[in-house]
DNA sequence: AATGTGTGCAACCGCGTACCT
DNA sequence: CAGGTACGCGGTTGCACACAT
């Protein structure tokens, strides 16, 4: 029914930073009489503060079993899996996270974990990869940077710019791939009707072992076995354009240059978790979707590997450079998106 | 040493909803 | 059933501190 009068009525109450002897009061009230009405509570706690001012301090601080410091990699990946499902339900999420209140998940998301995610090209509101034109550009101009300075690399024998060869495969990487997503989402290109793409399968991810991805009606393996709302409906509805939780990892542990832990396997966890009765013996839901036939290029790459014999390269990856590489195969979908994403002079927020 | 800029986090604001009368 | 109240949540702000210039 609209916004509580509490605060406004409260004319001259304090605000702002709570001092020593103020929590002192609130701890010393409620351990005593438990905090009973939070509209009540200051008067009889004998504290000049609003309700609502009172239970915040109370939950967010002084509650006893809160837990502070840093948050430690794996509460992290919980976080994001838990995010990935639920969107910015911070207080669903800090049920998951004992001793963590919601305003501090919040808090270390928009600081530290969002930041983490947009470095690595992922967008942190769907968990896909990003592709916003923005990001394309700063990939496809650090690729640039790169190229060139490869170039001085071979003439002087040096690398004036720092950029090292596996931050220029990385951001390949990104690029390729936030291309297919383009494809995937908005038929950014018609792979349909594209020759070279549909004679040359290694460079087209929609058909995997000669199959197509698009034509087939096979749900991807989503594991979510609570009883929440999905907050982003269509994630992982798609599964040919899935980042996984897999790749975030991954590319998470490339980034913080660590490894994946061994007991984070989530095919494993999805596996084992395709059930309710299988609940109790994992508390926190399967959140993880991920499909069999897309979890990673990696994945892609091996399939492909293992199938493919029309192609004399072996990866996808080395048909995708060819494809990016060849100056002089007449077909221009890929340079004109390129040269597209080139023309912006904006820096590389890396 | 002084000033400017960036970052992290506690606290506030305002809205939605559950509950009570 | 309608209106009022209290609470909880998510977005935002502003301050303190760290670091750079």
């Not at 509580?4 to 409620?30: F, R």
């Not at 966890?269 to 069999?292: H, K």
Request: hydrophobic content about 30%.
């Amino acid at each position: 029914m609209g916004r509580s009068p509490c605060c406004e009525e409260n004319v001259g109450v304090k605000k702002g930073p709570w001092t020593p002897e103020e929590d002192e009061k609130l701890i010393d009230y409620i351990s005593k009489h438990g905090h009973g009405s939070w509209r009540t509570l200051p008067k009889r706690a004998g504290l000049n503060r609003c309700g609502k001012s009172c239970r915040l301090r109370w939950t967010n601080y002084l509650t006893p079993d809160i837990k502070r410091g840093k948050f430690s990699e794996e509460d992290e990946r919980i976080i994001i899996n838990l995010h990935s499902v639920l969107g910015n339900k911070w207080s669903k999420i800090a049920t998951h996270l004992p001793g963590r209140t919601d305003n501090e998940i919040k808090n270390y998301w928009n600081t530290h974990i969002r930041k983490k995610l947009l470095k690595m090209g992922i967008d942190p509101e769907t968990h896909k990869p990003r592709t916003d034109l923005n990001h394309l550009m700063s990939l496809s101009q650090l690729l640039g940077t790169s190229n060139l300075s490869s170039a001085m690399n071979t003439t002087w024998g040096n690398n004036p710019l720092g950029l090292q060869p596996d931050i220029t495969q990385l951001a390949k990487i990104q690029l390729l791939q936030n291309l297919l997503q383009l494809m995937n989402n908005y038929s950014f290109v018609n792979v349909g009707n594209n020759p070279y793409l549909l004679s040359n399968p290694n460079l087209n991810p929609l058909f995997l072992n000669g199959t197509n991805l698009f034509q087939t009606n096979k749900e991807p393996h989503v594991v979510f076995s609570g009883s929440e709302e999905y907050a982003n409906p269509g994630l992982y509805s798609q599964a040919q354009s899935e980042c996984s939780q897999q790749d975030v990892s991954k590319s998470w542990a490339d980034l913080e240059g660590g490894s994946i832990p061994q007991d984070t396997d989530y095919n494993k966890i999805s596996n084992t978790t395709t059930s309710r009765e299988n609940q109790a013996e994992n508390p926190l839901p399967a959140l993880v979707a991920f499909s069999t036939k897309m979890g990673t290029f990696n994945q892609m790459d091996s399939n492909i590997a293992q199938t493919s014999t029309e192609s004399p390269s072996n990866t996808f990856f080395d048909d995708w450079e060819k494809l990016l590489d060849d100056e002089t195969s007449g077909r221009s979908y890929w340079k004109e998106i390129l040269d597209l994403t080139s023309t912006s002079a904006s820096p590389i927020l890396w």
